[in-house]
């Protein structure tokens, strides 16, 4: 699991204060899922994060641009599942 679990990026990317400019359609998508999932409470933001940390461990590669965007280079380091 993602260990910074507690960062703000993550609860502002699943109930859509934070929307950046991404470079991966897969990511928007399912940021925009998690979202809706979140403002009509299918999930609570906490499952929707943990959802979501789970995703962009899972196809961390594909992602990797945009969680550095998101989250800086010193702290991208810490999604990268080895």
Same mark, same amino acid.
């Given at each position: 699991?993602?260990?910074?679990?507690?960062?703000?990026?993550?609860?502002?990317?699943?109930?859509?204060?934070?929307?950046?400019?991404?470079?991966?359609?897969?990511?928007?998508?399912?940021?925009?899922?998690?979202?809706?999932?979140?403002?009509?409470?299918?999930?609570?933001?906490?499952?929707?994060?943990?959802?979501?940390?789970?995703?962009? +461990?899972?196809?961390?590669?594909?992602?990797?641009?945009?969680?550095?965007?998101?989250?800086?280079?010193?702290?991208? +380091? /810490?999604? /990268?599942?080895?």
């Amino acid at each position: 699991m993602i260990t910074s679990v507690d960062r703000k990026e993550w609860y502002n990317l699943v109930t859509g204060s934070l929307q950046p400019t991404l470079t991966s359609p897969l990511l928007k998508i399912k940021i925009s899922i998690f979202n809706r999932k979140v403002n009509r409470g299918m999930l609570t933001t906490q499952q929707a994060i943990t959802e979501l940390m789970k995703d962009c +461990e899972k196809h961390y590669e594909l992602y990797k641009q945009d969680l550095h965007q998101i989250f800086g280079n010193k702290k991208e +380091e /810490h999604l /990268h599942h080895s």
